[in-house]
């Protein structure tokens, strides 16, 4: 319902809807973290890429971010069933920037061949 707190000082509580009982409830906290949701938006991508039954891009086996196409990688939560997170996504995005550079370099390496 709320977050409570300032900004010299930051977060110092929240107010709850305790769905059961109906009742609010404050929670002491000193930060906060919200989900904004679940469901991966990856639809635009069905019938290109393999999804599994939850809607997750698939990725191929020994990589959390390659795809089965080759140069196309994943990150986030519209692959990280797991997690979704912002700061795995944040990794999961830097491992998939680091393959796709690497995949570049190697397509640019058999043009020379």
Request: contains cysteine; glycine residues 10%; hydrophobic residues 35%.
């Amino acid at each position: 319902e709320e977050i409570i707190g300032s900004t010299n000082e930051g977060v110092s509580s929240i107010k709850v809807h305790l769905t059961k009982t109906k009742k609010m409830q404050e929670i002491a906290c000193k930060g906060v973290f919200i989900a904004i949701g679940h469901v991966p938006n990856t639809k635009p991508f069905k019938g290109t890429l393999s999804l599994d039954d939850a809607g997750y891009l698939l990725t191929k086996k020994g990589s959390m971010v390659q795809t089965e196409i080759p140069g196309v990688y994943v990150a986030g939560d519209c692959s990280d069933h797991i997690y979704r997170q912002a700061i795995t996504a944040a990794g999961m995005g830097c491992q998939a920037a680091n393959e796709a550079e690497r995949w570049k370099k190697n397509q640019k390496k058999k043009k020379k061949k």
